[in-house]
């Protein structure tokens, strides 16, 4: 199945400069799949969205259909075919 991983800005130096990535996984595969075919096309990405446990950041935020993924399982999030993921670090100041 084809899905389409969208990145802001902050992350786009990390992927030759994509804001959309179109990413091709095997039917049934969740969101940490997505991301594991996203991450080894991009190396650089990994250590930004995901811990050295492997678990998503705590401060980043993956969209799935508009669903935020930690309320719908996490890395086990279902993704279907043509499903849009968009990831968004918080972003903090003062």
């Given amino acids: 199945m084809r899905v389409t991983v969208h990145l802001p800005g902050l992350l786009r130096a990390d992927a030759d400069d994509a804001a959309h990535v179109p990413v091709e996984v095997d039917?049934?595969?969740?969101?940490?799949?997505?991301?594991?075919?996203l991450t080894a096309r991009y190396p650089g990405l990994e250590r930004r969205l995901r811990d050295e446990r492997g678990e998503l950041r705590r401060y980043v935020n993956v969209f799935v259909d508009g669903d935020e993924c930690r309320g719908a399982?996490?890395?086990a999030a279902p993704v279907s075919d043509g499903a849009n993921v968009r990831v968004l670090p918080s972003v903090a100041g003062g």
């Fill in 73 to 75: 399982g996490g890395l």
């Fill in 27 to 37: 039917d049934d595969t969740p969101l940490g799949g997505v991301l594991d075919a």
